[in-house]
């Protein structure tokens, strides 16, 4: 079973980690080897992958070859203070297939929110190869940081924030 | 004024059937306005002075003033963010960053508004129903820090605040806090960091006080008059890095 | 801009309310119907099936009753031991030494002292049985808190002494929290322990006037003796319906609410409570939201009570200091008082000239340990293999489980009258009857505590083994059993504690008018209490007992565990 056309997964990475990447590849001149930044920063190969494979998602690097290049927006971002920085990765979300149809599906909902339960179902049937659960709390962490989702753990309630 | 002054400071701790001299009369004095880090090899003491100049522990001798008066207990001009960030599991982000304020009797409208506002500062607004365990640690050290911040302490007190972190998210956050203590409507302004990596406290910081173990003093005091954002790629910052690990190296 | 709070559809929460207002008015209303027939009962209760719910309530309230208080203490005395060094190093022996003496072996004496102090009715006899179940429970509650409160990581308390957390704010938001898990856990522990002594209480006729106290144990025991088998069932099926219903909608749903209040580095060895509800689970029925919407609207509510600004306000600080002292002055002085009063009694007691059944204790102590001995192994024949299979097939543990689970819950005890009744009518021997009654009170413990090890058996150990070519048997001798050890000495440990107190109840019986005993510390002790009123003989072969279990727990078990702990335990 293959995914759902124009829907890709996220890697199970936090946003900050995205942030970090960013930093350091602007102080090495905006492009680095993939396998030396790890060796030198004494990180696991395949974690940074999946690093570099979100900044990749965010529109903030390019990956040609095994190599990281700083794209100019990713630049910008780095010079943006938090709040601008939270606007931009919220667009960037709007724009990723796997949030937009999120974002559809809860505004069609009474009070925009659903179970987590039911999320997760629909990440099922939308990415079969992915683990909904890993899936879900990358999905709620992001989309916190953009402001674009919010997750009440109580009440269970994973909803859309005010636009 | 010195806003923070150590006079002779030493601390022992009564281990087995000795007694162990962790501090040997440190005396320094922290200016409003500075970012100062501590470095020097396990064992140095450093994070127990960190919690003397806040009064979470006494000295066995010695004075500390804030402010040209003696501490006696916590002084609440300081706040403390800590290397395991110490939130607790069963509140929410929100609850925990009240909880200094709530200490202080802060009316809860009053509370509200002032964790949001730091909240959001350090970049968790959309976070503040979420519990820590959803947290990643770069996230759970940012409740820590405004939790610290929602008190509007007059002195930051960070203990190894980036070492429980991954590389990544220490250089990201690394960069905020920068960008925080630059903020002109920032509370506080006065930094001091405890940290045993040589480069982030000569990214970071104004003056650098160097300690040795065994017992723990001081045995340099730096000032840094490289300018900001700092780059790790010129001589100047690694020749800083350099001295500095000398200086620790030959005392060990 | 913070996150906009939704409401919960409606209709969920209204639910949730109703179910709380319901439970709570019927109970009250069961109350106040019940409460005329507070008269003193005639050690005759009518076995009519239509007192059958009378009876359950009343059980029922005792065990509530004495679980308010249970919890109050335990909160109390747990936070006050972890609190404070000094404190702890007294107050942790005390519970220590209170929990080595067999609960039952109080209650003829709770009985004479509460109905002296309540004048003969029957509300001493309730106090006296309350006060059983209170001392089943509070012990180990009060452990749990002090354990939970102990272990709470250093930099938390660093957190919340750097931010001026003090006082009240300091208890609601960490001590208390933290101390939730333990508490719930030890709360499900307690009730089971507390149904075995009331019903067990319940049972016996005892007291100047053979008081019986109406309720489910007595209402058994009336049909066993009438022999009215459709009653006995009856009885047994109201009993494991309350223990059922509380367990599915009030322990599981707080166990999980309690999960939400450990630290992430405490590992869940706790979570032994497999339970029928997850097997339910397992097999499609879901009904983990209708229990959340029972407790959401309670969380709420604590949740959103007014927050009054943390005390102390300093000029307040002086004089509540004070107020705190004088009260603490004076319950230390009552508690001295009683402690001395009681000293002297007991002096007075043991200065009297001893019976000359006296001399029969080091006999009948002999006599009682091999029948502990003789069930303890019997035990341990069934239930090591259950675990050993348990631990090789999970399809196995997980029917068996839920199942043992429940069969622990249902306290032994109730089952006395239908063992009496098959055991001494097919073959009169009252030895056998005795063991088969230990064999009760001891091999749930023996079974649980094994199944636990067996879930903390790491499968990579179990894969290794079978990988280097070991049979079934060898991985057991090799593997599963060394890793159980621990959980066989602490299982063995609550085991015989459990024993020591059937042995009360196992060793007298009296049934159709006849006395059947055979020789045994036990035996003694109800002999003295029921037949001859001796009190030196009472103090003699309890004193006995608990010295018996204590020297067994100092030189017998504490240091197996330790040894085994160190030896097999699974480290990385």
Redesign the interface.
Not at chain 1, 143 to 147: A, D, K, L, V
Not at chain 1, 150 to 157: I, L, P
């Given at each position: 079973m293959s995914s759902a056309p124009g829907i890709y997964p996220i890697p199970d990475i936090?946003l900050?980690?995205?942030?970090?990447?960013v930093?350091?590849l602007d102080?090495r001149g905006g492009r680095e080897d993939g396998y030396k930044l790890a060796r030198d920063?004494?990180?696991n190969l395949s974690e940074l992958l999946k690093?570099m494979k979100a900044a990749e998602i965010l529109q903030l690097v390019e990956t040609p070859g095994g190599d990281l290049v700083l794209l100019p927006q990713g630049k910008q971002f780095l010079e943006a203070?938090?709040?601008q920085?939270?606007l931009i990765i919220r667009q960037r979300l709007r724009e990723h297939g796997l949030f937009n149809y999120l974002v559809r599906l809860l505004a069609t909902q009474e009070?925009?929110?659903l179970a987590k339960e039911v999320v997760l179902e629909h990440l099922a049937m939308l990415l079969p190869n992915e683990d909904p659960e890993k899936l879900f709390?990358t999905l709620?962490?992001w989309?916190?940081?953009?402001?674009l989702f919010?997750?009440?753990?109580?009440?269970?309630?994973f909803?859309l924030?005010?636009e | 004024m010195a806003l923070l002054e150590l006079k002779a400071v030493s601390k022992q701790f009564s281990r087995g059937r000795g007694r162990l001299l962790v501090l040997d009369s440190i005396s320094t004095t922290i200016e409003q306005g500075q970012f100062i880090a501590m470095v020097g090899p396990s064992g140095c003491g450093k994070s127990t002075l960190l919690r003397i100049m806040n009064g979470l522990i006494p000295p066995s001798a010695g004075q500390v003033l804030y402010q040209g008066r003696q501490i006696d207990g916590i002084n609440p001009e300081c706040a403390l963010v800590f290397q395991s960030f110490a939130l607790l599991p069963w509140l929410s982000v929100k609850a925990n960053v009240e909880m200094g304020l709530e200490a202080r009797g802060v009316p809860l409208v009053e509370r509200e508004r002032r964790a949001s506002i730091y909240i959001d500062k350090v970049g968790l607004d959309g976070f503040e129903e979420a519990y820590p365990r959803e947290l990643s640690g770069g996230m759970k050290q940012r409740v820590g820090f405004a939790r610290a911040l929602a008190v509007e302490p007059k002195v930051l007190l960070m203990d190894e605040p980036f070492s429980a972190l991954d590389a990544l998210t220490a250089i990201s956050l690394r960069g905020e806090l920068l960008d925080m203590w630059q903020l002109p409507d920032m509370p506080v302004h006065t930094m001091v960091m405890v940290t045993h990596i040589i480069e982030e406290a000569v990214e970071l910081a104004d003056r650098i006080i160097v300690m040795a173990a065994s017992p723990g003093r001081i045995v340099a005091d730096l000032q840094i008059e490289l300018p900001r954002p700092r780059d790790k790629r010129t001589e100047a910052f690694n020749s800083l890095t350099d001295r500095i690990f000398s200086l620790i190296e030959e005392r060990a | 801009m913070a996150a906009m709070k939704v409401r919960l559809p409606m209709i969920r929460r209204m639910l949730g309310w109703l179910s709380w207002f319901a439970a709570l008015a019927g109970l009250l209303a069961l109350f106040f119907q019940y409460r005329h027939r507070a008269a003193i009962l005639p050690p005759h209760l009518s076995v009519a099936l239509g007192n059958l719910p009378y009876y359950a309530f009343c059980s029922f309230y005792r065990m509530l009753v004495a679980y308010v208080f249970s919890l109050l203490f335990a909160i109390a005395y747990g936070l006050n031991a972890a609190a404070s060094p000094r404190r702890e190093r007294f107050l942790i022996p005390a519970i220590d030494i209170a929990q080595s003496v067999p609960v039952v072996g109080f209650f003829p004496a709770a009985i004479y002292f509460f109905v002296a102090l309540f004048n003969g009715s029957r509300l001493g006899v309730e106090m006296a049985a309350i006060f059983l179940i209170f001392t089943s429970q509070a012990w180990n509650m009060a452990l749990g808190v002090y354990e939970a409160v102990k272990t709470i990581p250093a930099d938390s308390l660093e957190a919340l002494d750097a931010f001026g957390v003090k006082g009240w704010l300091r208890l609601k938001r960490l001590y208390l929290p933290a101390a939730v898990p333990k508490l719930v856990y030890n709360s499900i522990l307690s009730w089971v322990a507390g149904w075995y002594f009331l019903i067990a209480c319940e049972i016996i006729a005892v007291g100047p006037a053979h008081y019986r106290l109406p309720g489910l144990g007595s209402f058994l025991m009336e049909a066993a003796d009438k022999g009215r088998s459709g009653e006995l069932v009856a009885g047994l099926a109201m009993l494991l319906a309350i223990i059922l219903v509380m367990d599915v909608f009030v322990w599981q749903p707080l166990s999980q609410w309690a999960a939400k209040f450990r630290y992430e580095f405490a590992a869940s060895q706790e979570s032994g409570a497999v339970g029928i509800f997850t097997v339910l689970e397992d097999w499609g029925i879901n009904f983990r939201h209708l229990f959340r919407a029972l407790f959401r609207p309670l969380i709420g509510l604590l949740g959103r009570l007014p927050r009054k600004p943390a005390y102390p306000r300093w000029h307040l600080e002086k004089p509540l200091r004070l107020l705190k002292w004088a009260a603490l002055a004076l319950g230390l002085g009552l508690l001295g008082y009683i402690l001395i009063d009681g000293m002297v009694v007991l002096i007075r007691t043991l200065a009297r000239p001893w019976p000359s059944e006296a001399r029969l204790i080091p006999l009948a102590a002999l006599a009682s340990l091999a029948r502990l001995l003789l069930a303890y192994l019997i035990s341990l024949a069934w239930t090591l293999p259950c675990a050993l299979l348990a631990a090789d097939s999970p399809r196995f543990s997980r029917i068996v489980a839920p199942l043992a689970e429940i069969a622990g819950s249902m306290p032994a005890t109730a089952l006395f009258p239908v063992l009496v009744l098959f055991v001494i009518r097919l073959t009169g021997n009252m030895n056998l009857a005795a063991v088969l009654l230990i064999l009760t009170g001891m091999q749930w413990y023996l079974l649980f505590n094994l199944l636990a090890g067996v879930r903390q058996v790491p499968t990579d150990l179990l894969e290794a083994g079978r990988s280097f070519g070991l049979s079934r048997l060898g991985t057991w001798r090799k593997v599963v059993i060394p890793a159980l050890m621990p959980s066989l000495i602490t299982g063995s440990i609550t085991a015989w504690g459990g024993g020591w107190n059937a042995l009360i109840l196992s060793e007298y019986f009296i049934y159709h008018g006849r006395h059947y005993q055979v020789l045994g510390l036990g035996a003694l002790l109800d002999r003295a209490t029921y037949e001859s009123g001796n009190g030196t003989l009472i103090l003699l072969s309890l004193l006995s007992m608990v010295l018996i279990v204590m020297a067994l727990n100092r030189l017998f078990w504490r240091p197996l565990y330790q040894f085994c702990t160190e030896r097999f335990r699974v480290d990385y």
């Open positions: 936090n900050p980690q995205v942030f970090g990447l930093e350091i102080d920063l004494n990180f690093v203070d938090i709040n920085r939270k009070e925009r929110s709390n709620v962490n989309g916190r940081f953009g402001e919010g997750y009440n753990k109580d009440e269970d309630r909803y924030d005010q | - | -």
